[in-house]
């Protein structure tokens, strides 16, 4: 379906035009932990997320002709704002789909690239519908927000990247969401570095890829009511869940009084701005929730750093939460 060879593509189809995000350490961050904790801080992604990355190896991949008659995604911010920039870039037009009440810095930045925004009640309204239904009316692309081969691939480049600049791993950690970025990351992770273990990080209240893993199939969920707004999906992807089925070693869970305390640690110690979705891996290890041997290489994606000033400062400026999961739950 999706191997190497593809991910290496979207990596050529993408240099010189996505950056190279820095991989960060931290002494404070392995002393805390107990391993060699090397983040790939896609923070610093053009568009502030790593989902440039796909939506740029998509939309280049489109026939000239038919790229010209325009793009539509659909999406709570992230996905927005790198299809909005990436069909920029390749001179065409995007509309996007997103819930009216999606962070307001996100719905400008989207704006600001130039498309074409379309809101709806993401509690009542299916966006998927509202979508198809523009597109068909429009002549207009879909550019799925992970269900397609040439977004993982492009998702999978920040895995890629990330072995390449600081060698073998022997645990891979990533935000999970509709499974596009987890899936890439397993797909390069699991070729590159055999033995390691990738496993995927999810809130709490938005745990359908937990429940679908443990089910052998997949389930949908009510809108989760979670600060991470990146990771909201109800349902797995058909074509992600099909790769996380086989490659995945799990998906655990966090608070969001633990994204918290992870968004913290990460403008404490690494000086870098995270969004609460942008923080769910780090949550994971800071939280103790998978399991590893002392001292090793453990990668993590920081997924994005979206998130506006007002609501960063009254996220983590509010006293820290002391409930915490008592699942027992450990990879």
Do not use: W
């Not at 996905?79 to 996100?106: E, F, G, N, R």
């Not at 379309?118 to 519908?129: G, S």
């Not at 496993?199 to 969920?221: F, K, Q, T």
């Not at 891996?281 to 990668?299: I, K, T, Y």
């Amino acid at each position: 379906m999706i191997g190497t060879s593809e991910v290496r593509e979207a990596a050529r189809h993408l240099d010189g035009i996505a950056h190279r995000t820095p991989v960060i350490r931290s002494s404070e961050l392995d002393r805390r932990v107990g391993a060699r904790v090397l983040l790939k801080a896609e923070s610093l992604q053009l568009t502030g997320s790593f989902k440039f990355r796909g939506a740029y190896n998509k939309i280049g991949a489109i026939p000239p002709a038919t790229r010209s008659r325009g793009v539509l995604a659909f999406s709570s911010g992230n996905h927005a704002q790198a299809v909005a920039l990436a069909a920029s870039l390749l001179h065409t037009h995007a509309t996007i789909v997103m819930p009216a009440d999606a962070p307001a810095l996100k719905l400008a930045r989207t704006r600001r690239h130039g498309a074409e925004v379309v809101t709806y009640d993401r509690y009542a309204e299916d966006r998927e519908q509202i979508g198809l239904a523009i597109a068909e009316r429009r002549n207009l692309t879909v550019v799925p927000p992970f269900d397609d081969p040439l977004v993982i691939a492009g998702q999978a480049t920040a895995a890629l990247e990330l072995v390449e600049q600081a060698g073998g791993l022997d645990l891979l950690v990533a935000p999970v969401s509709g499974g596009g970025l987890i899936a890439g990351c397993a797909i390069a992770v699991k070729a590159l570095c055999p033995p390691a273990r990738v496993v995927g990080a999810e809130p709490a209240a938005a745990d359908d890829y937990r429940r679908s893993l443990a089910a052998g199939r997949r389930i949908a969920i009510d809108v989760p009511r979670t600060i991470a707004d990146a990771l909201q999906v109800t349902a797995p992807g058909e074509l992600t869940f099909a790769i996380n089925r086989e490659l995945l070693d799990g998906v655990v869970t966090v608070t969001d009084a633990e994204l918290i305390d992870a968004m913290r640690v990460a403008f404490e110690e690494l000086k870098l701005v995270l969004e609460p979705g942008g923080a769910a891996g780090l949550a994971v290890l800071l939280a103790g929730r998978v399991s590893f041997s002392q001292d090793a290489r453990v990668g993590v994606i920081l997924s994005g750093g979206n998130v506006d000033y007002a609501r960063f400062c009254e996220l983590t400026s509010a006293t820290a939460a002391t409930s915490r999961s008592t699942s027992s739950e450990s990879l």
